[in-house]
T-cell receptor, first 113, second 113 residues
């Protein structure tokens, strides 16, 4: 019973490039959350998705960031034209309705040079 | 808006010492409260939870009691081990405000033998 799978674990990009972070939720989970963790800070909510729907994107920066969760395949967090300030750990979590339990992936560490 | 405030770390203890990590919250409704733990290089794992006032969550020797009168959910353990070294996050889910967990900044615990 695989957990939440995120890849890559580490991603290095130069300023101006695009970053694509992937998240496969646990089997049977149809809700996905993305969080960003900056050094010395807690996790900040970014976006909440269900299959083919963005439910809440109130935590997403208005520009350069987008997220999707297609009917088939993983959820994708896309950052265009990355800047150094985007360097952070990005965590995905999938949600189990019956007990409000969030299951987290191991995260993707994005480093922007 | 809703928020979670944790004591700042790092907390450094010797093995078998008593642990308290303070957590207070602000919420508009009647939130569920959680403690998550993050071991080095891993994602967050649910440690314990409480869903209503006076509930006590417990797991692996850790305990926290939901105190509505003081809006607190302090984490305690009677005798810490080296393996408890990790970052601990307090979080809330205010069902009136949506389903995204709101996290504190995290408290780093370092236990030495």
């Amino acid at each position: 019973n695989a957990g939440v799978m995120q890849n890559p674990r580490h991603l290095v990009r130069r300023r101006g490039q695009e970053a694509r972070l992937r998240c496969s939720p646990m089997k049977g989970h149809s809700h996905v959350y993305w969080y960003r963790q900056l050094p010395e800070e807690g996790l900040k909510f970014m976006v909440y998705l269900q299959k083919e729907n963005i439910i809440d994107e109130s935590g997403m920066p208005k520009e350069r960031f987008s997220a999707e969760f297609p009917k088939e395949g993983p959820s994708i967090l896309r950052i265009q034209q990355v800047v150094r300030g985007d360097s952070a750990a990005y965590f995905c979590a999938s949600f189990r309705d019956r007990d409000e339990k969030l299951f987290f992936g191991s995260g993707t560490q994005l480093s922007v040079l | 808006g809703d928020s979670v405030t944790q004591m700042e770390g790092p907390v450094t203890l010797s093995e078998e010492a008593f642990l308290t990590i303070n957590c207070t919250y602000t919420a508009t409704g009647y939130p569920s409260l959680f403690w998550y733990v993050q071991y080095p290089g891993e994602g967050l794992q649910l440690l314990l939870k409480a869903t209503k006032a006076d509930d006590k969550g417990s797991n692996k020797g850790f305990e926290a009691t939901y105190r509505k009168e003081t809006t607190s959910f302090h984490l305690e353990k009677g005798s810490v081990q080296v393996s408890d070294s990790a970052v601990y996050f307090c979080a809330l889910n205010d069902h009136q405000a949506g389903t995204a967990l709101i996290f504190g900044k995290g408290t780093t615990l370092s236990v030495s033998s």
